[in-house]
């Protein structure tokens, strides 16, 4: 049964406001266009590319005719190439016009979101599917609306990838920044110097890069080839999407400084501490062969890459090896600089000349642009903070606004989920609400501003079971959402108008996508022995006792001991973190002394984790036999006990491999378990006076181990 002429007009008036990105409005029209086993797809010559990909979600075929009843039309209009595009919805065709193929590509997606969630899953229109007539014109409001993925420190297969853009595409996101150098990986071929992938895109096991994030006990990683990249470039391509190479330079290259030594600084380095690690990350700037090496790598990257722009990196560079370099000081000396810093300019002046004399330009992160004398042909992006951003701005950069607080996609969404928190803890909302002139930017500035950038820096998904999305779709989505709609329509309509949007249209589309978006978490009230729990967003409320197996919430729930119960939402493939009543988190802080085999760091002595305030350090790495001994004043009674080497939400700087005992009396100790990402959960069943962490591994890869503030929970 088809629906009627009112029915149409209502669902395309509903749905074209709810369009992600925002469309402009919908002129309406009489009549509707009605699909069905008539409905074809015709194009011009260069958009065919675009009419396969189309058919692939319309289910219908495709014809080289421009003619036809129920046909769907794709045309290259003349005029200057931009992303703006022409819909029109007429009774017996539907044309897509704009001047260049990432216009039509961007009218495809407008088409996409008027039609059921279901054409995300490449299953066809569901019969009976008819459109309002109309006409819309709509083009983004920024030229740069991009993410950034590291796929250094986390190895993702091309397939994963495909998958990623494809998602990106949807939302109208028109650059992908690739970061395929740092410390821990080299994932692209340099085919005059194939040792950089071989033998660089691998840590671990045999190779001469040292795991530092996760994957010990492996030989862990892969490397894109050049065939394999070119091929990628064009799926990205036919999607409207940039992808735009980084090396990060001159700082985060121990990888390379691991397959060749010979790249660093003129002096012995520290290796007691790292147990036999060379753990400098920087190029010696004064070493003239340096550059030769750099300029064949950067060729291959400018003659495999279309992108304009090739991102040299410039951020945190740790210019104390510079300091120390007898070398490095003597080039200061010649070039009368007083500031190392320096010498990072003059290090990028170099890069720049080798990326201008290819016809291309550079793309640098906000450090490099600090002194005000790199080139103004640049890109900078600016991440550390808004006021990085400011300063690039007023000093006339083409600058990218991707400030950590509000656009670092791998910061936790609240404060007990998993992720970063070193910048800020943020969600949906927060990247959506991001407002240049309340921040502070002026008219002079704003013509800088080239647009927006998310980043998913990838540290904690090496321990999220890379191999598979659902990690990296829960943090990205719906933040993606939000960055999309913020880089192409603007913030206007607030909040509340997009989040009702968002979870009434779009929460239906990334279902049909596939994504393991998040949910926002329900609301929960426990008062007088009762939990109330609350949604609003249509999603149904699961709760766990002890972590147990999930039952649906119908009602209120009667709890005597509220601490053992977990409440979250699901919606689709939609999840929410998992809430629960204050005393389920509650902590205790019984005195307690720290004593190690390894020595404490003066400026983070145990004391600070004994205390429970803050993290700790020793003054080396771990090495085999190692211990860190958790000595109570008096025996504690606890029902669980956590302890943590390493960072809090990172697998990095603990003790990689190891086990925990247990004593009750403080003399006699008995095996509790091995550690897991260098900590363990103990839940003991009697009062306890010491634990002691016992170290079965040779390093971690860095210079010290990281002692948390234990995380005791009482008995209630």
Excluded at 51 to 68: D, F, K, N
Aim: glycine share 8%; net charge neutral; proline share 7%.
């Amino acid at each position: 049964m088809k629906p009627s002429l009112l029915t149409a007009f209502l669902v395309l008036l509903t749905v074209s406001a709810a369009a992600q990105p925002a469309p402009g409005r919908m002129t309406p029209r009489k009549g509707v266009f009605e699909f069905g086993p008539a409905t074809a797809l015709a194009a011009d010559e260069a958009l065919l590319p675009l009419a396969r990909y189309a058919a692939e979600y319309l289910g219908c075929p495709t014809e080289h005719s421009m003619t036809g009843t129920g046909a769907v039309v794709l045309t290259l209009d003349p005029g200057e190439p931009s992303e703006e595009y022409l819909l029109e919805i007429e009774p017996d065709h539907i044309r897509i016009g704009a001047t260049s193929p990432g216009g039509v590509f961007n009218g495809l997606q407008a088409l996409f979101r008027l039609l059921p969630p279901e054409v995300y899953a490449r299953r066809g229109i569901p019969e009976g599917t008819a459109l309002a007539c109309g006409t819309l014109c709509d083009k983004p409001m920024y030229g740069y609306r991009g993410m950034m993925l590291d796929v250094a420190r986390t190895w993702m297969e091309i397939p994963l990838l495909k998958r990623f853009i494809d998602l990106l595409s949807y939302h109208n996101i028109n650059k992908l920044h690739l970061h395929l150098a740092d410390d821990e990986g080299w994932r692209i071929e340099i085919k005059s110097h194939p040792e950089l992938a071989q033998v660089g895109g691998f840590r671990g096991g045999d190779s001469p890069v040292v795991p530092v994030y996760g994957k010990w006990s492996e030989k862990y990683g892969g490397y894109y080839t050049q065939e394999q990249m070119l091929e990628l470039i064009g799926y990205a391509a036919l999607r409207n999407i940039e992808i735009i190479p980084e090396i990060d330079l001159p700082g985060h290259s121990r990888c390379i400084g691991s397959l060749h030594p010979e790249i660093r600084c003129n002096y012995p380095p520290d290796t007691v501490a790292t147990a036999g690690t060379d753990y400098r990350s920087a190029w010696c700037v004064a070493r003239e062969e340096n550059y030769a090496l750099l300029d064949d790598i950067l060729g291959e990257i400018c003659e495999l890459f279309p992108s304009e722009y090739i991102h040299i990196g410039g951020d945190e560079v740790e210019v104390a090896q510079w300091e120390r370099c007898p070398d490095c000081r003597a080039m200061m000396k010649r070039r009368a600089h007083t500031d190392p810093h320096r010498l990072q300019d003059y290090f990028m002046e170099r890069l720049t000349a080798m990326l201008t004399a290819r016809g291309k330009r550079p793309a640098v992160w906000n450090e490099a642009a600090a002194s005000g004398t790199f080139t103004r042909r640049s890109r900078v992006h600016g991440w550390q903070n808004v006021d990085a951003c400011l300063r690039t701005t007023a000093k006339g950069y083409r600058t990218v606004i991707m400030p950590s607080e509000c656009f670092y996609f791998d910061m936790r969404q609240t404060p007990r989920e998993e992720g970063h928190s070193w910048a800020s803890i943020f969600d949906a909302r927060k990247t959506y609400g991001f407002d240049l002139r309340a921040r502070g930017f002026t008219d002079k500035q704003l013509r800088h501003v080239e647009g927006f950038e998310a980043a998913f820096w990838s540290e904690i998904y090496t321990s999220h079971e890379p191999e598979k999305p659902d990690y990296i779709d829960y943090m990205c989505f719906p933040r993606v959402c939000a960055l999309a709609r913020l880089a192409w329509s603007g913030n206007a309509e607030g909040w509340e108008s997009y989040y009702r949007e968002l979870v009434s249209e779009h929460y239906d589309r990334l279902a049909a996508m596939g994504v393991g978006f998040r949910l926002f978490p329900p609301q929960l009230h426990y008062k007088n022995g009762l939990f109330t729990a609350a949604t609003d967003d249509g999603s149904e409320i699961f709760y766990t006792m002890d972590d147990g197996r999930p039952k649906r919430y119908t009602g209120p729930l009667r709890a005597v001991r509220p601490h053992r119960y977990r409440f979250f939402t699901r919606y689709k493939t939609g999840r929410s973190p998992a809430v629960a009543d204050n005393s389920y988190y509650r902590v205790i802080g019984p005195a307690l002394t720290i004593t190690s085999s390894m020595a404490e760091n003066p400026q983070l002595p145990f004391s600070r984790a004994a205390a429970y305030k803050n993290v700790s350090r020793t003054r080396r790495a771990c090495r085999r036999g190692d211990w860190l001994l958790y000595t109570f004043d008096k025996p504690m009674e606890c029902r669980e006990i956590f302890l943590q080497t390493g960072h809090q939400q990172l697998p990095k700087t603990q003790i990689t491999a190891g086990y925990a005992e247990v004593s009750y009396n403080g003399k006699d100790f008995e095996h509790a378990g091995k550690l897991e990402n260098g900590s363990i959960l103990l839940r003991p069943g009697r009062k306890i006076k010491a634990v002691r962490l016992v170290a079965t591994c040779h390093g971690n890869g860095t210079p010290f181990v990281t002692i948390q503030p234990p995380l005791i929970k009482p008995v209630l």
